[in-house]
């Protein structure tokens, strides 16, 4: 059995940063304290990148948010970033920061990125997990389609039979090489057809280990039962059902949608009844961690500490394979680092590739950080006490 993390311990949190990174650190979550200049900047980065001025934008992000969120620009760039975590006994998540696109092209090209990325986890002990976006391989249109039972043209169902032989071919790689796949989440008016072909590739994949991993929203409010559903339909058909657990991301794109097209608002009603779905998603999953497998990934302290007590209380041993943790990286550092230290297996989420693809993801993370009440306001907290500890800033 593992023991307790302290969350509070910062030393053991930041060991891995030397005073230089530490401070620039510290003043790049200061900087996001300031809500107007972060969401001017943003304003004006987002503007320039759709207009095609890229460089002065990568000129300001590259030794900034790009340095603190992001492993670097290739896989081969990232290595220093997953040896320094992995000393510490975390692994890195390899995720291809590439989004929106919609071309075959492009389709093809990050279904290269992500089997080079199996190909490059199964050589580096530090990286067990690859990430993969569904709506980088399959058009959003299409998807759209599949949930909604509309019928696809020939030609549309030709480009669908075309993207899931990748998939398929991606999830096999996977599986030969002995590299979990985590499936992310998408919105809830094209998850249907993601989890059903999410469900079909774990039939296949996760009848011994848990291969493949769909991604639960819980700030939806049929996540949870859907979630239960899913665990109960894997135990009859003899597979593991495996899940990352999330509270979410597209708050905002959800209550337009539905409002929109005047559809039942599907968020939770508040913040504190996603908090409990997901601790309740949590607690089903560890209660029956035999056929389920589960990555708590979180950046919140209280379900992560649930998580842990509830493990121990069932005499679950902290590196059991099936009990997972993971946090973004440059972020919730005193939650890895801890867990790791007390034995678990922790990750950290690691976007790589070049700087003006990954604009979309880092405008995100800077959004999240720029409420002084928010994650923010917590990471540069932490970053200042650890600041005093060293007596890099006075203790006044």
């Given at each position: 059995?593992g023991?307790?993390?302290d969350f509070d311990?910062t030393?053991?949190?930041?060991?891995?940063?030397?005073?230089?990174?530490l401070m620039r650190?510290?003043?790049?979550?200061?900087m996001m304290s300031?809500?107007?200049l972060?969401n001017t900047?943003?304003?004006i980065?987002?503007k320039?990148v759709k207009?095609?001025?890229?460089?002065?934008?990568?000129l300001?992000?590259?030794?900034?948010v790009?340095?603190l969120?992001?492993?670097?620009?290739?896989?081969?760039?990232?290595?220093?970033k997953?040896?320094q975590?992995?000393r510490?006994g975390?692994d890195s998540?390899?995720?291809y920061?590439?989004?929106?696109?919609e071309?075959e092209e492009?389709f093809?090209?990050t279904?290269t990125?992500?089997?080079?990325a199996i190909?490059?986890?199964?050589d580096?002990?530090?990286?067990?997990?690859v990430?993969?976006?569904f709506t980088?391989l399959?058009p959003f249109h299409?998807?759209?389609?599949?949930?909604?039972?509309?019928a696809?043209?020939?030609?549309?169902?030709?480009?669908l039979?075309t993207?899931?032989q990748r998939?398929?071919d991606?999830a096999?790689?996977?599986?030969q090489?002995?590299?979990?796949?985590?499936?992310?989440?998408e919105?809830s008016?094209i998850?249907?057809?993601?989890?059903?072909?999410?469900?079909e590739?774990m039939?296949?994949?996760?009848?011994?280990k848990?291969v493949?991993y769909?991604?639960?929203?819980?700030?939806?409010?049929?996540r949870?039962?859907?979630?239960?559903?899913?665990?109960?339909?894997a135990?009859?058909?003899?597979?593991i059902?495996?899940?990352?657990l999330v509270?979410g991301?597209?708050?905002e794109?959800?209550?337009a949608y539905?409002?929109?097209h005047?559809l039942?608002?599907?968020?939770?009603?508040?913040?504190?009844?996603?908090d409990?779905?997901?601790?309740?998603?949590?607690?089903?999953?560890?209660?029956?961690?035999?056929?389920?497998a589960?990555c708590?990934?979180t950046h919140?302290?209280?379900s992560s500490?649930r998580?842990?007590q509830?493990?121990?209380?069932?005499?679950?041993?902290?590196?059991h394979?099936h009990?997972n943790f993971a946090?973004?990286?440059?972020m919730s550092?005193?939650?890895?680092f801890?867990l790791?230290k007390?034995?678990?297996?922790v990750?950290?989420?690691?976007?790589?590739g070049?700087?003006?693809e990954?604009?979309p993801y880092?405008?995100?993370r800077a959004?999240?950080n720029s409420?002084?009440?928010g994650?923010m306001?917590?990471?540069?907290?932490?970053h200042?006490?650890?600041?005093?500890r060293?007596?890099?800033?006075p203790?006044?």
């Open positions: 059995m023991q307790l993390p311990n030393e053991l949190a930041f060991a891995y940063k030397g005073d230089l990174a650190d510290y003043s790049i979550f200061k300031f809500n107007t972060v900047g943003i304003f980065a987002d320039l207009s095609g001025i890229v460089f002065p934008v990568e300001g992000i590259r030794p900034t790009y340095s969120f992001c492993g670097g620009t290739s896989l081969a760039r990232s290595e220093k997953i040896a975590l992995y510490y975390i998540i390899l995720d920061g590439v989004e929106g696109k071309s492009d093809e090209k279904a990125a992500i089997r080079q190909h490059f986890a199964a580096h002990p530090g990286v067990r997990i990430c993969s976006k980088s399959i299409i998807l759209e389609k599949l949930h909604n039972g509309s696809l043209t020939d030609e549309e169902q030709q480009w039979d993207c899931q998939i398929e991606i096999a790689l996977a599986a090489k002995g590299i979990i796949l985590f499936i992310d989440a919105e008016w998850q249907r057809p993601l989890d059903e072909l999410t469900l590739l039939r296949k994949y996760n009848r011994e848990p493949i769909n991604t639960i929203q819980l700030y939806l409010r049929d949870l039962d859907n979630f239960r559903s899913f665990v109960r339909q135990q009859e058909e003899g597979f059902y495996a899940a990352k509270r991301a597209y708050m794109k959800e209550e539905a409002g929109k005047g039942p608002n599907p968020v939770q009603h508040s913040k504190a009844d996603t409990r779905a997901y601790d309740e998603a949590v607690a089903f999953a560890i209660e029956n961690l035999e056929k389920v589960v708590v990934a919140n302290e209280a500490m998580a842990v509830l493990a121990m209380q069932k005499h679950i041993p902290a590196n394979p009990l946090q973004l990286l440059g550092d005193h939650i890895s801890n790791a007390a034995g678990y297996n990750s950290k989420y690691m976007p790589y070049p700087v003006r990954v604009i880092l405008i995100r959004q999240e409420s002084v009440s994650q306001g917590r990471e540069l907290q932490l200042t006490r650890e600041m005093k060293r007596n890099l800033i203790d006044l």
